[in-house]
């Protein structure tokens, strides 16, 4: 018998791709790559049980060695990266599945500590005003945000180039596709946000101006591989990482047209509990295939999708404890609950170990239809 849950079981070409479903994982930071920025066996490991998804946006990848915000977080800047990521790659293609790897730099949310004695770069020199990282639960350094370096013009251009350059060692490797990560307040974020970007020239200003970095990004990789080889990630309005835009509508409109022009494989839309209709307002914006984002649930997901209001759907916390969502929400099968505590540990705890349907714990499991409720550390 039909369900309404059944769009979310059709194909759907994106990019290059003919993707099984329009169930996506989205991309998540684990921090188990090793020091080096060189995915593990556990990364390996962890693509590979999740690859029934329609297809797999990784966890945020830094295309520089300037871009890195956290510890054991990968990068692909370094023929060694690439082989790492060419065997993660290969293992998601030997179970049928698809993957993207997302480009993020985190710019300004840095620290020297991470970046070998040399300071943090953004489009100027303005530190994030709140010391958000005495209480991060991520695995970085514990103290205030030192006020980074403005890169010059040249430095914006070395830095678009190093985004073209990470996506052709992507291509390289086998990946999909490159996803750029212009949400949550990293360096394309910051370019278009009114307090980070203070910059006259022709990256800073109106929203034309502050658009262009990632615009140009964009255009960089897509003249590099293709055009469906490149996607843009965006979180309207979202102030995380202490960003702010004095008019998201309208920076959001405008590069959302901007970005339709360019026929990318999709854009990946986030609504962070903002209070204007960011879906309804960008989806008419945008002539391709658009990723929604944020807080869905199987039921919720179908019905976004089954209204016209995106194509495919990416999950986040429901994909840490569930290796095989796909096959859950098909079955009409309990989803595993996560335990929060193992979010942003190392080793396989938390990461790799978590069962199939068969083998989980009823104890653990709620309805599919429920939003997210993690298992919290005692």
Known sequence: MASANDVLFEPLKVGNLNLRNRIVMAPMSRHRSAMSGVPTDLNVEYYRQRASAGLLITEGTSPSPLGQAYLFTPGLHTEEHAAGWRRVADAVHGEGGAIFVQLMHAGRISDTLLLNGEAPVAPSAVAPPLNEPYSSPWPKVKR???TPRELSHQDVLKTIDEYRASAVLA????????????????????????NANLRTDEWGGSI?????????????????????????????????????????????????RELSKRSIAYLHVGNYGMDWDVYGTLRPLFDGPMIVNAGFHRAAAAAMIGAGGADLT???????????LVERYRND?????????????QGYDGYTDYPVYAESDP?????ADLPVNPIMPE
Request: aromatic share 14%; no cysteine; proline share 7%.
């Open 363 to 367: 104890a653990t499991r709620q309805g």
């Open 333 to 345: 099968w309990d989803v595993s609950r996560p335990q929060l505590a193992t979010y942003y540990t």
């Open 314 to 324: 990416a999950f986040g916390q429901h994909y840490i404890a569930n290796p095989d």
């Open 171 to 194: 291509q390289k490797a086998g990946i999909d596709g490159v996803e750029i990560h212009a949400a949550a307040g990293y360096l394309p974020m910051q370019f278009l946000s009114t």
């Open 208 to 256: 034309e101006r502050r658009s262009a970095f990632l615009l140009a990004v964009v255009d960089a990789i897509a003249a590099a591989t293709s055009p469906g080889f490149v996607s843009v990630k965006v979180s309207p309005g979202w102030t995380f990482n202490q960003v702010e835009d004095t008019d998201p509508v309208g920076t959001y409109s405008y590069l959302v």
């Open 144 to 146: 205030a945000y030192p």
